[in-house]
């Protein structure tokens, strides 16, 4: 938490990390880059450090947010690609500049143009976004079962039957719910 905005949902997919900048999409939206500087704190989490984003810079990143939304929830339900989410999705992957850099230890980390600008950082997530969408990557596109979030998730669970997009907040709330349920329907029973 900062300064008073909700905390970021970190998972390690970066492109629904990024959908995941808005939570409960069905029930009470919560916007978690609600601020440009809130978006430069997460593309800072997420390895992806900018100088600086104005208004219009939030905009275009919340553009790029809801096609890869609605591009990953017409794949999870086998529909097909929005044309405008396709759009909005390459026009981001190719006005980005950025390297992929090899370090020392081995591991993939994004270089950003100099100075580094959000378009840029809005190209590796556009462009991780299109990794999953044209199924390069070991895993299912899904959507959240909870009703008020049907958030889409990357399912790369062995089984591939992972049911929410977050267990620490949609699966445990969940859980929650249905063990409230079972007691209504069996008051009194020990569990
Ligand atoms: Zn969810």
Redesign the pocket.
């Known amino acids: 938490m900062s300064a008073g905005f909700p905390d970021f949902r970190l998972g390690n997919v970066l492109a629904t990390s990024f959908t995941a900048t808005l ?2 999409r069905r029930g009470d939206a919560v916007e978690r880059i609600p601020t440009p500087q809130r978006l430069v704190d997460w593309l800072t989490v997420n390895g992806l450090a900018v100088e600086s984003c104005t208004p219009a810079q939030l905009e275009l990143a919340r553009e790029l947010r809801e096609a890869i939304h609605a591009a990953a929830t017409a794949t999870a339900v086998h529909d097909a690609l929005p044309a405008s989410a396709v759009d909005v999705i390459n026009d981001r992957s190719a006005q980005g500049r950025a390297a992929a850099i090899l370090t020392a230890e081995g591991n993939r980390r994004w270089r950003l143009s100099s100075p580094s600008r959000v378009e840029d950082a809005l190209g590796v997530i556009a462009a991780d976004a299109i990794s999953i969408l044209a199924g390069e990557r070991d895993g299912r596109l899904a959507l ?3 009703p008020t ?3 889409a ?1 990357f399912d790369t669970s062995r089984s591939r039957t992972r049911r ?3 267990m620490n ?3 445990n709330r969940q859980k929650k719910a249905r063990f409230y349920a079972n007691q209504r329907r069996n008051p009194g029973t020990a569990r």
Request: hydrophobic share 25%; glycine share 6%.
């Open positions: 939570t409960e959240c079962a909870s979030c049907r958030a998730f929410w997009c977050d907040t949609c699966g």
